[in-house]
């Protein structure tokens, strides 16, 4: 019996590759979420003032890190009694707390790495950057990231401890965030339907 399909019912091609390409290209942004990780700065149990016996621990801690755009930087500390600023290389070296680029002082304070370059950040407060309260990283090329303005940004919705600064939630330093394990699970989904619609075409070849 001949084929009954009218001419021109056939599936058009170009357009389901097309199709097939964005999924493609949806997955690969849900897989550069997946690998994203949220840092707790210094590895500490707040953003202070390092003690006498580990004065560069900032230093020291930013060095065993490999930090690429989409990680984040989460900053813990008393809101009554600390802040940290984003500032630039100079004002870094010289603890000059004027005209920073941001500041935030609500003591759970997230950065996120939105680009290549150096960053540099200290406390807000008089006194603790000259007391090695300063954190410095480096992504990519490594660059002055700060020299055109800020090109990162804190995440303003982030939750805010109470005056009265209580125990710091503990998360491993470079723990998943729940965007991560939502988006392993939309590469899953992406991977299966994109088998479905091979199996599709390939129920439709002439």
Known sequence: MGDLRKPGSGINTNKLLYVFKILLLL???????????????GDLDAWGIPTAANPHVYTTWSKKHDFKIGDSLLFLYPPSQDSVIQVREGSF?????????????????????????????????????????????SIGEGEDAASDGPSSSADVSSPSYQPAFGTI??????????????????????????????????????
């Open 27 to 41: 997955a690969a942004a849900y897989t550069e979420q997946v690998h994203s990780k949220q840092y707790k700065v």
């Open 93 to 137: 070296k010289t603890c000059n707390l004027e005209d920073p680029i941001l500041h935030m002082d609500d003591g759970n304070s997230l950065f996120n790495i939105t680009s290549n370059g150096t960053f540099y950040f200290t406390s807000g407060e008089a006194g603790h950057c000259g007391k090695q309260q300063k954190l410095q990283i």
């Open 169 to 206: 939630p503990s998360p491993s330093s470079a723990a998943p965030s729940l965007m991560s394990i939502t988006s392993m699970a939309a590469v899953i989904i992406i991977a299966v339907f994109s088998a479905c619609v091979c199996q599709f075409l390939a129920g439709f070849e002439l």
